[in-house]
């Protein structure tokens, strides 16, 4: 189908709702960049700039009883969750008030209660975690699914086939993400696989694939949505590719030399709410003018996030040792 | 499938599998994972006959995947179910052992969700399983914090621990010793009862010399308290039952009472569970100390395959008596 009637597909309201997502994801994200650039803040920033719509896209296409098991690219599924820009900044910022109280920085964050999986360094860690979230919904009967993400670097590891096979032979209500933009660090897709496409290596755990245009909001939300439908009708997991490109370094300290420069310049025509702005237009969905209001909005809302933030309280020295163990209390049926 | 049978002779393996049994039938979010753990019943039997009695989603036959299955039970655990994972050897932990240690560990510490996780992992030599099926890894996670250990040496403790690992809120790894599945048994109570993780045991109480152990060396440490007590030295042997978090104030109470203390653990030497015992003697008994605190532990090698070498690389009951005696002379 032709890219603008696949987005005619989708309601109106969804696509206007994805495009704010979209827009406060990279506001967010530009502002942390810049306050990182400031040198206020201490450690490292990852970004998915330009890679907004897989994470926006999957994330819009879940109940609210669903799961998300994200990785570092993937601040729009966090926003859409949820997490509030406040929270995200603080948690940047090693303050009290962030997901993780200090514990942990940049986007190693979760919540249970909003339904996100904390993200762990070690890439592809989440998947064997995801496919027992599936598992569990599995045992008890119920119809809930969950989204994993994971880099194109991230399916070269032993966890990605691990997770893969299991969840494919126990046909477990899981959907695997792979966000393909082109480099793992400063490692070429073909130093990474010898496969043309990331999704080849679904066809080796018996699991449907499929590629779709990253930079495409509407794709990558449709195909989310049927791979969702799939997975909660009990036919098993899908392997979706977005294939998309990484337009910052690995984080924001790595100038990304490496990176063609017209390869750059080539993938920025291709930016995704550039791409939603047209189609939102072309539908006659939305105008210049809902752009500069949803622009001034998040615009807002993020300054508003790092004030939080910054009048937030740091954690004391001693708060280093609480938690290492849960409580009875903490689970108690 | 053994049932609690009162008044009847259970073995340390059998033990293991009533806690197990006697668990998933008092909660319904216990499952167990692992690889041939269903029609077949495990590799050790373990688990024979469970699931005709509760089902092949909760007697869960896995692929040869140790970090994809514990990942998974991490992420079960995380939605609220109990799973117990079994390593078919403690040795192939190794395979899951990032999982363990950067997810199951992490993930309270990080973000606050816990993780009710047991990992069943049969452990330690004397069976002639060579370098790959007689490790003991409790080392390796020792120095992971998040974690809880525990090491029975009993049935009645294997059967009141594994309760008490499912029932824990955190993630646990169970080492239960394979030299000890068939050849120690006891009668057990027959109601329900647990063993709290954090409690040292004193299997044998007395004045002149304590012996600090875990796993099947407590069976070691009981043989030579016999002979050295024709000598009139009189050993107190501490089984730890749990590794972490560490009864620190009974191995302190014990050597302040004798003065005189050895650890003793089938593990490699360097870096083992008796140095760190040891570091904390010199730090918080110091006063109380009549003699230099003594190791005896394996050799800093591989766990060897063929017989004189293992027995070589094994503590043995004249290990101790040597090391006691050296002791009681101070």
């Known amino acids: 189908m032709e890219v603008l009637e696949t987005w005619k597909t989708v309601k109106r309201a969804d696509l206007l709702q994805m ?11 530009d502002r942390i960049t810049a306050l990182y650039r400031q040198g206020r803040i201490v450690g490292g920033v990852y970004t998915g700039n330009g890679m907004e719509a897989i994470s926006v896209g999957y994330a819009s296409a879940l109940e609210r009883d669903d799961i998300i098991a994200p990785f570092h690219r993937d601040m729009g599924a966090f926003l859409v969750r949820g997490i509030t820009p406040g929270e995200v900044v603080a948690q940047y ?40 979230v599936a598992l569990a919904f599995r045992l008890r009967g119920e119809s809930r699914v969950v989204v994993t993400n994971t880099g194109d670097g991230g399916t070269s590891r032993g966890d990605f086939h691990e997770a893969m096979n299991f969840a494919a032979v126990r046909k477990l209500p899981v959907v695997f993400f792979c966000n393909n933009n082109q480099y793992a660090y400063s490692t070429p897709l073909g130093l990474q696989m010898a496969v043309k496409d990331v999704v080849d290596r679904a066809k080796a755990y018996g699991m449907p694939g499929e590629i779709v245009d990253g930079n495409d909001l509407a794709a990558v939300y449709l195909a989310a949505r ?44 291709k930016d995704p709410i550039l791409k939603a702005e047209q189609m939102l237009k072309q539908i006659g969905y939305a105008d210049e003018n809902t752009f500069r209001e949803v622009g001034e909005r998040v615009t807002k809302e993020v300054e508003a996030g790092v004030e939080f933030a910054e009048k937030s309280p740091l954690p004391e020295g001693p708060e280093t040792l609480n938690g290492v163990f849960a409580t009875d209390e903490e689970i108690k049926p | 499938m053994t049932t609690a049978t009162a008044g009847r002779e ?36 373990i688990t024979e006959g469970f699931q005709q009695k509760y089902g092949e989603w909760r007697v869960l036959d896995t692929p040869l995947s140790e970090s994809g299955f514990v990942g998974a039970a991490i992420g079960a655990a995380m939605m609220g179910m109990r799973p117990v994972v079994e390593m078919q050897f403690a040795d192939f932990i190794s395979c899951a052992f990032d999982q363990i240690t950067e997810v199951a560990a992490k993930n309270h510490y990080r973000w606050g969700a816990p993780v009710p996780l047991v990992i069943r992992a049969p452990f330690g030599g004397g069976v002639h399983g060579g370098p790959f099926h007689s490790e003991c890894p409790e080392g390796w996670f020792f120095h992971s914090p998040g974690l809880k250990l525990v090491a029975p040496s009993t049935p009645y403790d294997a059967k009141g621990l594994l309760k008490a690992a499912i029932r824990d809120p955190n ?81 302190y109470q014990s050597v302040r009472k004798t003065g005189k203390a050895i650890t003793l653990h089938e593990d490699n030497k360097t870096g083992g569970i008796g140095a760190e015992v040891t570091a904390l003697l010199a730090e918080e008994c110091f006063d109380s100390l009549d003699g230099p605190i003594m190791r005896i532990a394996a050799p800093d090698t591989p766990v060897p395959f063929s017989t004189p070498l293992e027995e070589f690389f094994l503590p043995k009951v004249s290990d101790i008596v040597a090391a006691a005696k050296k002791l009681a002379a101070y």
């Open chain 1, 19 to 29: 495009y704010y997502y979209l827009r406060l994801t990279r506001a967010l994200e």
């Open chain 1, 93 to 132: 910022l090693g303050k009290r008030t962030g997901p993780t109280k200090g514990k942990d920085g940049n986007v190693h964050m979760g919540d249970l209660k909003r339904g996100v999986i904390g993200f762990v360094s070690h890439l592809a860690d989440n998947l064997p975690v995801a496919t027992g």
């Open chain 1, 226 to 269: 049927r791979a969702i439908q799939k997975a909660r009708a009990g036919e098993g997991p899908t392997f979706i590719e977005c294939k998309t490109m990484r337009m910052h370094g690995h984080s924001e300290h790595d100038s990304a030399k490496y990176v063609p420069r017209e390869l750059l310049e080539e993938w920025k025509k």
């Open chain 2, 10 to 45: 259970v073995t340390y393996l059998e033990a293991i599998s009533q806690a197990l049994d006697e668990e998933m039938t008092r909660d319904e979010r216990v499952f167990l994972m692992g690889e041939d753990i269903g029609p077949y019943g495990g590799a050790f039997r």
């Open chain 2, 171 to 251: 993630p646990v790894i169970y080492f239960e010793h394979k030299f000890l599945y068939r050849r120690i048994k006891a009668v057990l109570p027959s109601e329900d009862f647990i063993i709290p993780i954090g409690k040292a045991d004193v299997k044998r109480a007395g004045s002149d010399v304590s012996v600090i152990t875990y796993g099947a060396m407590v069976h070691l440490a009981l043989e030579a308290a016999e002979l050295l007590a024709r000598d009139g030295i009189e050993l107190e042997v501490v089984d730890l039952r749990t590794l972490i978090p560490l009864d620190k104030e009974a191995i």
